[in-house]
């Protein structure tokens, strides 16, 4: 690391740290301006080792959050026995408002990661396997048969996230297939009644002992197997399909109006209120994909979706993609350059809206994600995205897909060491 952004040297001021947001003038946003990577990528780590160091002191957040002075002790107030051990350090913020608690959190988190898991895994392929080969739903349903997630290790995650200086995991805990890797009485085609464990409540526990955040990803706006999701037919946007492209259209699907739709939302918030009342506390909720409620937004009620996840748990942090409503609490894209945000009246007003909140930047460890997401390849081009991503600012999501058996691949957990490593070199 060059000496002139070594930890401890001085510098720009560490806007995102102390809390506050970067002046806006006519929708442009000003600050500093970073002329060298190395120094960008220099200032991300720095700020990502303080914060890290700063917000575990009290004294410090009572100087930042303002309340020095303001009450007979300067010491915040302690936490409620309830207390998300992930927001430690920012008692004061949550004393008088949890969501924002958790959206200071979250702006200084600086990275987390990503774990993609599913019947899919035996395949050998991504998350859209099913999509991509037009996999017909009774050999793909049969996957749950063979799922073994004998090699699955919560802790192992978790402690590798940590290992690499991570303050946060993402899991799908149900993608557009339908497969739940969480306890759910609405379908049997789930972990538990396929591999008798319930992983989301795994790795929850672990994260909660190790003080790390957990955000769950949930397929709101794709289903490829519920019967009364909407066709591709009805879709308003002339390149988004809703089903996988069959040759004839699979009888179990038998969605033919609007009116169908109401069924499937009811199973959905269902699923959402079983989420986030059983497994608690969880960082935030992440919805997706966004191009499916832009094809349909009149049938999605995501007024009344967030307000079941914010009722529950009021610190709980919302995402869906770069946003469809403005009530978001942050913004994620598919990597810092190259992606193109979805147009649309809706999509434009949704990104103006969002525009001043958190953003993530996702991208993979190695090959085989997503064809939007970067492929970084080792952990020297992990640090130097990661410091790329930090001076925007935003956070890094790092993703990496385990093995057939659920365990996390040798050379990704030795990567994201070495990353963790690196940033205190």
């Known amino acids: ?48 080792a303080d914060t890290i160091q700063s917000m575990r002191r009290r004294s410090f957040l009572v100087a930042a959050t303002g309340l020095a002075g303001c009450g007979p002790s300067l010491m915040p107030p302690d936490p409620e026995p309830d207390f998300p051990a992930f927001l430690e350090g920012f008692e004061a913020q949550y004393a008088v408002s949890p969501h924002a608690a958790g959206r200071d959190w979250f702006r200084a988190a600086g990275s987390g990661l990503a774990i993609q898991y599913g019947v899919y895994s035996q395949l050998g392929r ?26 699955f290790d919560a802790e192992e995650i978790a402690a590798t996230a940590l290992e690499a200086d991570m303050a946060y995991v993402v899991m799908t805990a149900r993608h557009a297939d339908g497969f739940c890797l969480f306890r759910t009485v609405q379908t049997d085609f789930n972990s538990l009644e396929s591999g008798g464990r319930d992983l989301v409540g795994e790795l929850a526990r672990a994260c909660r002992h190790r003080g790390l955040g957990l955000f769950l990803t949930y397929s709101y706006a794709a289903d490829w197997r519920h019967p009364y999701f909407y066709s591709s037919e009805t879709g308003r946007a002339e390149s988004y399909r809703s089903r996988p492209a069959y040759e004839t259209t699979p009888e179990e699907y038998k969605f033919r109006k609007d ?57 709980i942090l919302i995402s869906f993609g770069q946003g469809v409503s403005g009530d978001e609490d942050f913004t994620t894209k598919p990597r810092l350059q190259g992606s193109q945000p979805f147009r649309g009246d809706i999509a434009e007003r949704a990104r103006l809206a969002n525009r001043d909140k958190s953003r993530e930047v996702r991208a993979h460890l190695r090959a085989g994600g997503s064809a939007d997401d970067a492929s970084l390849g080792s952990a020297r081009a992990l640090l130097d995205e990661y410091g790329r991503v930090g001076s925007v600012p935003a956070n890094l999501l790092t993703s990496v897909r385990l093995r057939p058996d659920g365990s996390l691949d040798p050379a990704d957990a030795r990567a994201l060491r070495e990353f963790g490593q690196l940033l205190y070199m």
Do not use: C, N
């Not at 991509?132 to 063979?146: F, N, S, V």
């Open 1 to 48: 690391m060059p000496a002139e952004v070594s930890r401890g040297s001085g510098g720009p001021p560490d806007w995102r740290r102390q809390g506050s947001s970067r002046e806006v003038t006519s929708g442009v946003r000003t600050g500093p301006v970073y002329q060298s990577p190395d120094i960008a990528r220099g200032w991300a780590i720095r700020r990502r």
């Open 259 to 315: 009116e169908d739709f109401l069924r499937y939302i009811r199973y959905a918030h269902r699923q959402l209120e079983e989420i986030v009342y059983r497994y608690e506390p969880l960082a935030g909720v992440r919805l997706e994909p966004a191009a499916g409620y832009y094809a349909r937004p009149d049938l999605f009620p995501v007024g009344q979706t967030y307000s079941i996840l914010r009722q529950a748990q009021p610190w």
């Open 126 to 151: 991504g998350p859209d396997a099913q999509f991509d080969g037009a996999i017909p739903l009774e050999p793909y349903t049969a996957l749950k048969e063979t799922f073994d997630p004998s090699g």
